[in-house]
């Protein structure tokens, strides 16, 4: 074992809510303060430790995806620039719903449950029976909290916090935080779908080992590290032929290969497999192998979460939901109203959602040529004229060119009988 993993071990090993430092690491463990970093951002990277303002670096739960929508006390610090009055040492833990005091007590107690977090002004009463019931309190209005308050969140370790706000705008960061995790949710990555602990090829090894490789898996794409399996290279059916078996792998191999990390969305790494022509990509961590995904993978993914109901809607999601599709003869029409949110500061329909909805016309158009998961390669748009809010807009959009895997569209954007933007989109399919 390597001492970068025995590091993460002894991370891995320590109570839920200890503080860390690299100084203090590198003290106890006997290692440079380089060495202590690289470990503690590598356990953040790995969900083991979280770097909180105001706090330091804390050992926590390894978050699970499901919770991904829950936030840490911490968190809601700092979404409300809150001050932390009392149970510091609970701010690592997460919130599973809030509520707002504006009742009685006896009505408030059937409400508060363990690690919820209770919204309420300067009632001393609501505060003590929040955190008897094992939940959190954020005071606003930016009033203090009494000494017994304080010390009692700090023995039951629930975190006492207060905030200037009012209490309609803290609910709402609140509720604007969730929905953005909500949303991050739906969005598929790489680790949800990579291969972890592949099979790989030392730089050192020879040709005869990848055939070895490939008669035993039936692959024919391995990627090649060094001693600290580091991701050098890649090798393939294409790189040994006709090779020598004795030759060295790293000759042969196409080194600097394309690589992503677990974070990487998919829908990135299905455009660098389109445009680099990548049927593997090795999945890595400063620069150390974990895992793969391949082309039949992502695309596999990508068909599976268009089947799916999505639980929050996006900006783009929004727009649409505003239009109706027709299929013409020859071109899908988009016919709908701009709604408030697509608007600029000057009145007009921003081009940023135009362009979303250019982008949604040119797919329709090219899956209705029998195109499917499609990556937009470029766009050209010449705007003619402003486009005036909350007007009824027509997008046409007709497959002028395609080939096997690529299309062109046209597409004109009517507001009335006027035409107030054209534009030329090319796509490639996935497929």
């Known amino acids: 074992m390597t001492k970068h993993q025995q590091l993460l071990k002894h991370i891995e090993g320590l109570a839920v809510g200890e503080k860390i430092s690299v100084r203090q690491m590198a003290r106890s463990l006997e290692v440079s303060e380089g060495t202590a970093y690289r470990a503690i951002k590598e356990a953040e990277n790995l969900g083991l ?17 499901r919770d991904i929508q829950h936030l840490t006390f911490a968190e809601v610090v700092n979404i409300v620039d809150g001050s932390i009055m009392g149970g510091r040492d609970g701010l690592h ?46 005071i606003t209005g930016g009033f203090d909290a009494a000494g017994e308050i304080r ?55 020879l040709a005869e080992a990848w055939l ?4 035993q898996s039936g692959h024919s794409r391995f990627p090649v590290v060094d001693v600290q399996e580091r991701v050098v290279g890649m090798v393939t059916n294409r790189d040994v032929a006709g090779v020598d078996p004795e030759t060295p792998l790293e000759r042969i191999m196409t080194t600097k290969p394309y690589t992503v990390t ?51 809607m996006t900006h783009g999601d929004i727009l649409l939901s505003q239009f109706s599709k027709q299929s013409l003869e020859t071109a899908t029409v988009l016919k709908g109203q701009m709604p408030p949110v697509a608007m600029d500061r000057g009145g007009s329909v921003s081009p940023g959602s135009l362009m979303t ?33 909350e007007s009824e807009m027509e ?23 006027e035409v107030v933007c054209k534009a030329v989109a090319s796509l490639q399919s996935l497929d």
């Open 151 to 205: 010390d009692m969140a700090d023995d039951l370790q629930m975190p006492l916090i207060s905030s200037s706000y009012d209490t309609f705008t803290i609910a709402t960061m609140i509720n604007r935080a969730i929905f953005d995790r909500m949303i991050k949710k739906d969005i598929l990555r790489v680790e949800d779908i990579m291969v972890r602990d592949p099979i790989f090829l030392q730089e050192n090894d």
């Open 262 to 312: 677990p974070r990487s969305s998919l829908a990135s790494v299905a455009h660098l497999m389109v445009w680099q022509g990548i049927e593997l990509v090795p999945v890595v961590e400063e620069r150390k192998l974990l895992g793969v995904v391949t082309r039949q993978d992502v695309l596999k993914a990508l068909q599976l979460a268009q089947r799916q109901p999505q639980v929050q």
């Open 93 to 138: 833990k997460s919130l599973n719903k809030f509520l707002i005091g504006a009742m009685e007590l006896g009505s408030m107690a059937r409400y508060i449950e363990p690690d919820s977090l209770l919204i309420v002004g300067d009632r001393e009463e609501a505060q003590r029976l929040a955190l008897q019931m094992g939940a959190a309190v954020l």
């Open 212 to 215: 070895i490789q490939a008669r």
């Open 357 to 389: 909805l250019l982008t949604a016309a040119s797919e329709f158009a090219m899956q209705r040529a029998g195109f499917k998961d499609l990556v937009l390669d470029s766009i050209s748009v010449y705007f003619l004229h402003p486009v005036p809010p």
């Open 395 to 417: 997008i046409r959009a007709g497959v002028i060119d395609s080939g096997r895997h690529f299309g062109k569209v046209d597409l004109v954007v009517k507001c009335g009988n």
């Open 49 to 65: 430790v979280s770097s909180m303002p105001r706090v330091g670096t804390v050992r926590i739960e390894k978050k699970v995806k």
